[in-house]
């Protein structure tokens, strides 16, 4: 089913007259440098194709031919070279102490291209030849064109053009791009026939190797492989050592896959985000201006130079839902998300899900809504990413540190509107008493999970029903919602006895009161009396009434909170914390500036 929808997906790519996917037996790499050429084979120039902004590389992509999985990957052997195309180590010999990558090169030229009568393919035998008879040349020739350190301090990718040649590059010219197409189609005794699994065509040359997927956040920089064998226990009987077999694909829809894949995960696409651990890449199965404007990366990521996207994004379905905009043509363009995780030389599937428009734009709006909380700071963002909320449930705020599957559960569970899932409120929990703080994106992941968690335990509950309001919730009878507004007051009296304390009850008590309250809030209202004695009449009093207002509905206080009691616990803490920040009337005892 996954591989299907890419294959579907590079296909309409390809009919699109603005579509930049490359076509079969073709890839689209960076390109650092064109050798221009004259017909007698001498160099007469050095094409850089980049630019350096502010210390940053900025290479131009080209379409280059593709023979083979070492258009992404080379192996260690030093005689898989590219056509017209590759590292300088191949094209030049350079840094190739056993001289293996240059002659490679120039064998895969004539293999590749035959008794081929262009002056173009003509031109670099011959420049290739002057260079393997003469290998100190290549030192002088960079030298004259001034690319001597560039070279030095990297493998740069090369190709060639004819000085004076219109066409371009010498793997665009006419008769190149026709025989290379006609030794493409070709079939010899080398080619292995079979039914592919993904097309459920028959008799079709397979794929022997899959070409590499890169981009795969944590996977190795050279590339991974989604389906592949490398020990006996993973092959079918009577396949050994024959990795096409195993796993029957055909060679056009392997690489209309592998293409449409790195093509999604490419560094600054639209279509991917960054999930936790799990490369995360969205597209669909039609053309929507839902997804024109704003992508579904949007909702779940953030980019430095427009972090504010995600909020219009919200705000713009928001708009769409409550108007009924949303277009009717496109209520069932289904959507396909496609969650990959790192594993070795391998690529994990975390999570696949697709779903319609109609039923997708209500799930993640429902996300954002579930998520609202009153704001700590003006600068807490209104609707936080993934990446970010993840990383305040993280040790020291890395990403390294969050459980490996839960960023992948989480987005199943917005996506698919289900309750999230247990982990993640144990990783809030676990951090707020960690850090003795209950943080904005803390708070929200906490009212988030309470909610869905109470309508999953009421099922006649109305989707859009909050439990667990925005704000401070004085009618809320919760007991460990009321524990932790009962430890914010405590806190404030302390706090208005004591200006300026640098530690105050929550420091030592926090992780002890919203486990044990039997254990720790007797000593709490017994410190309390102390510190009122420090305040004015007004103040003690306004104090009072307000302790007497959170305890009325509490029988007793629990020995023991569970953890979905610990969440409640500091999300009532939060909210009444909140609450004395907020600007109040004139005659309110408390102060209304916002804590630093």
């Known amino acids: ?57 900025k290479t131009w992509s080209a379409l280059l031919p593709a023979i083979g999985k070492q258009a992404l990957k080379h192996t260690n052997s030093g005689k898989d070279a590219n056509l017209l195309w590759d590292n300088a180590s191949f094209v030049l010999g350079w840094q190739d102490q056993r001289g293996t990558k240059l002659m490679s090169f120039i064998h895969t030229i004539r293999h590749w291209l035959p008794q081929l009568e262009d002056v173009g393919v003509e031109a670099v035998l011959r420049f290739l030849s002057n260079i393997a008879a003469n290998p100190d040349d290549t030192r002088a020739l960079l030298l004259k064109f001034g690319a001597l350190a560039d070279f030095e301090s990297r493998d740069p990718v090369l190709a060639f053009q004819l000085v ?64 592949s064998f490398n020990a006996r226990a993973f092959e079918s009987y009577g396949k050994t050592e024959r990795q096409g077999e195993n796993a029957p694909v055909g060679q056009r829809a392997a690489f209309a896959y592998t293409t449409a894949l790195n093509h999604l995960l490419e560094s600054g696409s639209r279509n991917r985000v960054q999930v936790g651990d799990a490369s995360t890449v969205f597209w669909a199965d039609g053309a929507s201006s839902f997804d024109s404007e704003f992508t579904l990366a949007d909702f779940f990521g953030e980019t430095k130079d427009d972090p504010d996207r995600g909020v219009r994004a919200v705000q713009a379905l928001h708009q769409a839902l409550a108007t009924g905009r949303l277009p009717v043509g496109e209520r069932d363009v289904t959507f396909f998300v496609l969650g990959l995780a790192p594993n070795a030389a391998r690529i994990s599937i975390r999570f696949w899900l697709q779903a319609r428009l109609a039923d997708l734009a209500p799930r993640i709006l429902r996300h954002f809504e579930d998520l609202r909380v009153v704001r700590r700071f003006d600068s807490d963002p209104v609707a936080p990413s993934l990446f970010r909320l993840l990383a305040g449930l993280a040790l020291q705020g890395k990403l390294d540190n969050v459980p490996p599957r839960l960023a992948g559960d989480w987005m199943r569970a917005i996506l698919d509107g289900q309750a999230y899932p247990a982990t993640l409120l144990n990783a809030a929990v676990m951090r707020c008493k960690a850090e003795q703080e209950v ?99 007004g103040q003690t009093v306004w104090f009072e009434r307000l302790i007497g207002e959170v305890l009325a509905p509490l029988q007793d206080f629990p020995r023991q909170l569970t953890l979905p009691q610990q969440g409640r616990f500091a999300l009532g803490y939060y909210h009444q914390r909140q609450d004395f920040f907020t600007r109040k009337d004139s005659d309110t005892p408390t102060n209304n500036t916002q804590e630093e």
């Not at 390109?31 to 017909?39: K, M, T």
């Not at 008799?203 to 997927?213: K, Q, R, Y």
Request: aromatic share 8%; hydrophobic share 35%.
């Open 439 to 537: 943080t904005y994106l803390r708070a929200a992941v906490l009212k988030a999970w309470l909610n869905r968690d109470h309508r999953r335990r009421q099922p006649d509950t109305d989707d859009t029903t909050q439990h667990f309001k925005e704000r401070l919730d004085v009618n809320q009878t919760d007991t460990p919602y009321r524990l932790g507004r009962l430890f914010a007051v405590l806190e404030q009296i302390q706090r208005q006895a004591m200006p300026g304390i640098n530690a105050t009850i929550r420091d030592r008590y926090y992780s002890a009161a919203s486990t044990t309250p039997v254990a720790v809030f007797t000593t709490l209202l017994r410190l309390k009396n102390a510190h009122l004695k420090k305040l004015s009449e």
């Open 1 to 57: 089913m996954i591989l299907q929808e890419l294959v579907r997906y590079y296909d309409r790519q390809r009919a699109l007259p603005d579509g930049d996917m490359a076509p079969p037996g073709w890839v689209r790499r960076p390109l650092d440098y064109l050798i221009e050429l004259a017909p007698d084979g001498s160099c007469t120039n050095l094409l850089s194709r980049f630019t350096v902004e502010k210390g940053k590389r």
């Open 164 to 227: 004076g040649d219109l066409s371009g590059p010498i793997h665009f010219r006419p008769d190149v791009t026709a025989a290379y197409a006609a030794r493409l189609t070709a079939t010899d005794d080398t080619v292995t026939l079979g039914n592919c699994l993904v097309s459920g065509l028959s008799d079709v040359p397979l794929s022997m190797n899959e070409t590499v997927i890169k981009g795969v956040w944590g996977a190795q920089s050279s590339g991974a492989n989604i389906v």
